[in-house]
C-alpha cells in the first residue's frame, strides 16, 4: 500500500511563496511519475505540475508556469512544489498523487494524498 502525505501548506499574501513537499511510503518512488493537483472550492480537481520519475522531465499548467518548480528527492521518498508569486487564484487544497508516466489527467494518477490547504490572501 502506497501513501503520499503533502505537508506544507499555509496562509500566505499575495506575492509570497511556499514549498509544499510530498512524501511517499513504499517501494521504487523513482520508477513512478509524481503530480500536483489542486482543487478550489466549488471547482473540478485541476492538473498542476508533473515529474518523471527520474526528475528529468516536467510539465507545468500554463496558470502557473514560471512560477511554480516541481522537484523530486528520490532518495528520501518526496516530491515537492517551490510555489512562487502566488496570487489569490492559487488558492486551493493541493494535491499530489502518483502516476505510470507523464500525464495530466487525473484517472492516470493512482494513489493520491489527503490534501493541504494554500490560502492566498490579496
Known amino acids: 500500500q502506497v501513501q503520499l502525505v503533502e505537508s506544507g501548506g499555509g496562509l500566505v499574501q499575495a506575492g509570497g511563496s511556499l514549498r509544499l513537499s510530498c512524501a511517499a511510503s513504499?517501494?521504487?518512488?523513482?520508477?513512478?511519475?509524481m503530480g500536483w493537483f489542486r482543487q478550489a472550492p466549488g471547482k473540478e480537481r485541476e492538473f498542476v505540475a508533473t515529474?518523471?520519475?527520474?526528475?528529468?522531465?516536467?510539465y507545468y499548467a500554463d496558470s502557473v508556469k514560471g512560477r511554480f518548480t516541481i522537484f523530486r528527492d528520490n532518495a528520501q521518498n518526496t516530491v515537492y512544489l517551490q510555489m512562487n508569486s502566488l496570487k489569490p487564484e492559487d488558492t486551493a487544497v493541493y494535491y499530489c498523487a502518483r502516476g505510470s508516466r507523464l500525464v495530466i489527467t487525473t484517472d492516470e494518477y493512482d494513489y493520491w494524498g489527503q490534501g493541504t490547504q494554500v490560502t492566498v490572501s490579496s
Open positions: 515529474i518523471s520519475g527520474r526528475g528529468s522531465s516536467t
Open positions: 513504499g517501494r521504487a518512488f523513482s520508477l513512478y511519475a
